[in-house]
């Protein structure tokens, strides 16, 4: 399933049937056993609740491990967005990636601006037959130093990560013109089928993460963009 018919199945969900069924464990259940793949969904259906006690080692290896319908397709950006992505990176020399998964968004940047740098950092151990310089690493600690990069681009992280405004700092630490951050905009249900522990449905809440900064928002096809300019 992709992208933009989430964000639509999402927005049917989320708008048009009543919170306390929406958010109920039993109206839940049987969407969490399609997604996740297995009839026993409970450990994921309390992410919410557990994530909070688990180490760094414990996190990523939840993630390594994961297999969803989520996280088996090619990529969580919509077109809208990664149209976007590929327009404000062609005047980066050097491009990170963070929360690359397995390239895809790489992979259309070196066709699109075949002259860059192209970095990515994720918790995968590796990336096989990647056309990029991978680094495994959190994105709460990125193993670069100041100003490494012309652009950085983070699409669908923040949600998933316990410290948003850490993750934002550190990307903007290691930006040298911009950063580019995608997450959806997604009103902020206990059982979701993404593992977010971070919503931003109204635009304040995500531009607060960038005080300090020059920085814009826009709703592209359901999720935010937000460009960071240093």
Known sequence: MNRSLTNVVRWTMDELIPAWIRDSRPFMWPFYCLAYKTLKPARYMRFKTDVWSMGPEQYADFYKNLNSISRNRATDNNEACIRQVLIDCGDGESVL???????????????????????????????????FQYHQGAADSLPFDD??????????????????????????RVARKKVIIVTPRQRPFYYTLDEHINFYFYREQLLRLAEGFRASAENLSGDWYMVVRK
């Open 147 to 172: 100003a490494s990069f012309d652009v950085v681009i983070c699409t669908h992280v923040i949600e998933h990560v316990k410290d948003p405004a850490r993750v934002v700092e550190e990307l903007t």
């Open 97 to 131: 990636d963070v929360g690359c998964g397995r390239g895809y968004l790489l992979n259309q940047l070196r066709q699109a601006v075949p002259g860059a740098r192209l970095s990515g950092v994720d918790l995968l151990d590796d990336v096989p037959g990647a056309d």
